[in-house]
């Protein structure tokens, strides 16, 4: 068990290496740093990952991949929408229970998770950040 969860996260960081070199995302890409999406990794693990799967995509609703983006990009979508999802909602048996740098950090490893680059998050311009990868 224990080899496979390495397997797995070696895999991902490949995975996440080639999503990088194909699209980081143009000027208007979600911000956040590399230190908050590993704090993010914590609070995933500890408050998310018992309903949506350890690995974002093998437990509940994914909050990971094509479908997941799909859904969170587009037409009048921005990331404050997501983070407000995540902020507001989340986790669903006791919403709005984690600090806001708590909800930073998981909303950091989220995107990183789906092949975002680290840049500094200023929240005041998520409204003007898309998850497009196109
Ligand atoms: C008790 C179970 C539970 C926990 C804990 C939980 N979630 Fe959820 N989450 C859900 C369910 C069920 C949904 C789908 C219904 C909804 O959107 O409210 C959901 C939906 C979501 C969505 C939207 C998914 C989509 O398809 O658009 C995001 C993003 C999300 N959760 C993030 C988080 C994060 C981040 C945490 C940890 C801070 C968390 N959740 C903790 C159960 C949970």
Known sequence: MRKLVLF???????????????????????T??????????????????????????????????????AKWSGEGKTALD???????TMPKNKPGSLTQTQYEAVYAYILQQNGFKPRELQKEDLKNHTLDKK
């Open 32 to 69: 956040f740093t590399e230190k908050q999406a590993q704090a993010g990794e914590t609070v995933y693990n500890t408050s998310c990952a018992m309903c949506h799967g350890k690995n974002l995509n093998d437990g509940g609703p994914a909050v990971k991949g094509d479908k997941f983006l």
């Open 82 to 88: 997501l983070y407000n999802k995540i902020a507001t």
């Open 8 to 30: 797995s996260v070696l895999a991902l960081g490949a995975a996440g290496t080639w999503v990088y070199a194909q699209s980081s995302g143009g000027s208007n890409a979600p």
